[in-house]
């Protein structure tokens, strides 16, 4: 069964940092372009960051510059490095295979206050 797994959220101040980290399972991790998600209170779920079987990262106009999208294949995991964090950052975090969403797993939550 696919499922992810997502951790490393937390409660941090205005221009503070976080690494997110997601574990995937229940596919083939290699060949699949995989995705950051966010979802503010109040607010759809929007896309964050993706990066690419090669590698090859791709970020929301939002955050780039700021957050940084790597992936681990040996442990089929993904992270979120955000730097620089704002208030409008805050929300739920998660992780899903980028061409293909399904089997959301809880996110993790990122708050962002002074």
């Known amino acids: 069964q696919v499922r992810f797994v997502e951790s490393g959220g937390g409660l941090v101040q205005p221009g503070g940092s976080l690494r997110l980290s997601c574990v995937a399972s229940?596919?083939?991790?290699?060949?699949?372009?995989m995705g950051w998600y966010r979802q503010a209170p109040g607010k759809q779920r929007e896309w964050v960051a993706a990066?690419?079987?090669?590698?090859?990262?791709t970020y929301a106009d939002s955050v780039k510059g700021r957050f940084t999208i790597g992936r681990d294949i040996a442990k089929s995991t993904v992270y979120l490095q955000m730097n620089s964090l704002k208030p409008e950052d805050t929300g739920v975090y998660y992780c899903?295979?980028?061409?293909?969403?399904?089997?959301w797993g809880q996110g993790t939550q990122v708050f962002v206050a002074s």
């Open positions: 899903n295979r980028h061409f293909q969403q399904d089997n």
């Open positions: 229940g596919f083939s991790f290699t060949p699949v372009t």
């Open positions: 990066i690419t079987v090669i590698n090859k990262p």
